[in-house]
T-cell receptor, first 112, second 114 residues
Framework: DAGVTQSPTHLIKTRGQQVTLRCSPK?????VSWYQQALGQGPQFIFQ???????QRGNFPDRFSGHQFPNYSSELNVNALLLGDSALYLC???????????FGDGTRLSIL | AQSVTQLDSQVPVFEEAPVELRCNYS??????LFWYVQYPNQGLQLLLK??????LVKGINGFEAEFNKSQTSFHLRKPSVHISDTAEYFC????????????FGKGTKLTVNP
């Protein structure tokens, strides 16, 4: 039973660039949530996707956007990268309306 | 809105000693409660969860936690730790019947020394 998978594992970008991170949910799960974990901090909720729509959003600017595909996989896009966007980006999946959420190993994004 | 406070940022203990990692939360509604563990360069793994029922919850790797509604606490305990328990531990809450987002504490770094 495949768990949550994320790609790539590491990414290095420069300020002003754009990045796309990818997530495949655990088998059977239909809901994907994205979190940002800065160094030494707990994860912060970015947004959640269900039925290919953004259902809920945290306190992140519009530079952060996403998408969910019919097979429930998801992408996180970040435009106009800032140094402060350097973090571990975690994807979590679940059945809609149910807990717990299952997390992937994350994508480590470094901005130079 | 919900918030989580993990009272200790670092907890050093010796192998085979007991440990307690403290978590307090704030919420105006009933919540679900979770503990996750994060090993270096990995994502979050669910240790245990409180959704309803018995306030004493048992999880994986010998960990347990007790939900105390009056104290708004959900402390994590293990009677005898191993070197392999060295990791970052996160407490999280989620409001019942509403938003599905998890609100996390800042984490507690548990270091088990030989």
């Amino acid at each position: 039973d495949a768990g949550v998978t994320q790609s790539p594992t590491h990414l290095i970008k420069t300020r002003g660039q754009q990045v796309t991170l990818r997530c495949s949910p655990k088998s059977g799960h239909d809901t994907v949530s994205w979190y940002q974990q800065a160094l030494g901090q707990g994860p912060q909720f970015i947004f959640q996707y269900y039925e290919e729509e953004e259902r809920q959003r945290g306190n992140f600017p519009d530079r952060f956007s996403g998408h969910q595909f019919p097979n429930y996989s998801s992408e996180l896009n970040v435009n106009a990268l800032l140094l402060g966007d350097s973090a571990l980006y975690l994807c979590a999946s679940s059945f809609f309306g149910n807990q717990p959420q299952h997390f992937g190993d994350g994508t480590r994004l470094s901005i130079l | 809105a919900q918030s989580v406070t993990q009272l200790d940022s670092q907890v050093p203990v010796f192998e085979e000693a007991p440990v307690e990692l403290r978590c307090n939360y704030s919420s105006s509604v009933s919540v679900y409660l979770f503990w996750y563990v994060q090993y270096p360069n990995q994502g979050l793994q669910l240790l245990l969860k409180y959704l309803s029922g018995s306030t004493l919850v048992k999880g994986i790797n010998g960990f347990e936690a007790e939900f105390n509604k009056s104290q708004t606490s959900f402390h994590l305990r293990k009677p005898s730790v191993h070197i392999s328990d060295t990791a970052e531990y996160f407490c999280a809450v989620n409001p019942q019947g509403g938003s599905e987002k998890l609100v996390f504490g800042k984490g507690t770094k548990l270091t088990v020394n030989p």
